[in-house]
């Protein structure tokens, strides 16, 4: 069973940091690539940052471009969304996706405050 775990998320102050943790099972981590999700109250989900399987290419959302990093761990079946220079606007809920078995696969989210 595909399971996405989603950890690290919390209260900040703008301009403060956070590092947030997808932890992944019940599929050959190595093989896929992750993304990071994030939806806000009355918003629609968007995509935020994204890494590669193979290469550890990575993909960013223009409004967090220099301030997040995306990163992965094979060894460990996790990736990792560094967040630096937070905005009152990067509050929303966090997740974390994989697409395996032509199925999309979410974690239940981790909630990012910040707070101006």
């Known amino acids: 069973e595909v399971q996405l775990v989603e950890s690290g998320g919390g209260l900040v102050q703008a301009g403060g940091s956070l590092r947030l943790s997808c932890a992944a099972s019940?599929?050959?981590?190595?093989?896929?690539?992750i993304g990071w999700f994030r939806q806000a109250p009355g918003k629609e989900r968007e995509g935020v940052s994204c890494?590669?399987?193979?290469?550890?290419?990575?993909y960013y959302a223009d409004s967090v471009k220099g301030r997040f990093t995306i990163s992965r761990d094979n060894a460990k079946n996790t990736v990792y969304l560094q967040m630096n220079s937070l905005k009152p606007e990067d509050t929303a809920v966090y997740f974390c996706n994989v697409l395996a078995n032509l199925r999309d696969y979410w974690g239940q989210g981790t909630q990012v405050t910040v707070s101006p």
């Open positions: 019940g599929f050959t981590f190595d093989d896929y690539a």
């Open positions: 890494i590669s399987s193979i290469h550890g290419s990575t």
